[in-house]
């Protein structure tokens, strides 16, 4: 499957070049002509890497990027600018962003920043989540806030899967298969069962929504 691109930038031009490019590389590639488009793109999927221009009306780079690291994303973000002075270069990076790419560029060295961004992004993640919640990977403890959560391994492994697909409605069969290991012993209804004991654990029940006919998601 081709890593996903999302361009943000309202330079039409540029934006309709990086497009070809990107696309041309064999990238699936999106875009957006503003910050208040590309937060809504990126409520609809996450992409693999995330290229942004600071200089943009209303909704600017850096706050795009201070939204997406407040929500727990960790997609990779190239920041575009013309700005190529150290403050704001620190500006950027102190926003959430993982490069700082001066405009103009050359379309060689971009390329090969992507792909540095996405070897990255290939390093198993230490920490997931969503608003509050919080799940470490490497001790195996979740909280919220700053409670910290009594959770079994099951309802971890659980709670991890739900982290791993926010928003998105994770099955029955899903769970089941990645939880218990699709094992003959374990039927659908332990899912529901587990689930259940999560959203008490959670002390908020709407956090995780029954899709009726379908499953479960990660909600806020």
Not at 64 to 90: M, N, Q
Not at 99 to 109: H, I, M, Q, S, T
Request: aromatic fraction near 4%; include cysteine; hydrophobic fraction near 45%.
């Amino acid at each position: 499957m081709s890593a996903t691109v999302l361009v943000v930038d309202d330079d039409e031009p540029i934006r309709r070049m990086l497009e070809r490019t990107l696309a041309a590389e064999g990238y699936d590639v999106t875009s957006a002509a503003d910050g208040g488009s590309a937060l809504a793109a990126i409520e609809r999927a996450v992409p693999d890497v995330l290229v942004l221009d600071v200089a943009m009306p209303g909704i600017d780079g850096l706050d795009v990027c201070r939204r997406v690291r407040a929500k727990g994303l960790s997609v990779p973000i190239l920041l575009l600018t013309a700005r190529d002075a150290v403050p704001h270069r620190i500006a950027g990076l102190d926003a959430g962003a993982d490069d700082y790419f001066v405009k103009p560029f050359a379309v060689g060295e971009l390329l090969a920043r992507i792909r540095a961004l996405l070897r990255r992004g290939l390093e198993p993640e230490q920490v997931l989540a969503h608003g509050d919640l919080v799940l470490d990977l490497q001790t195996r403890t979740a909280r919220r806030g700053q409670l910290e959560l009594d959770l079994s391994p099951r309802e971890l492994d659980l709670l991890e899967l739900l982290l791993r697909h926010p928003r998105r409605v994770v099955t029955r069969e899903l769970a089941l298969e990645r939880v218990w290991g699709g094992t003959a012993a374990a039927s659908l209804n332990v899912v529901d069962r587990y689930v259940s004991y999560l959203r008490r654990k959670l002390g908020e029940p709407q956090l995780i929504d029954t899709v009726r006919g379908a499953g479960f998601t990660l909600c806020r």
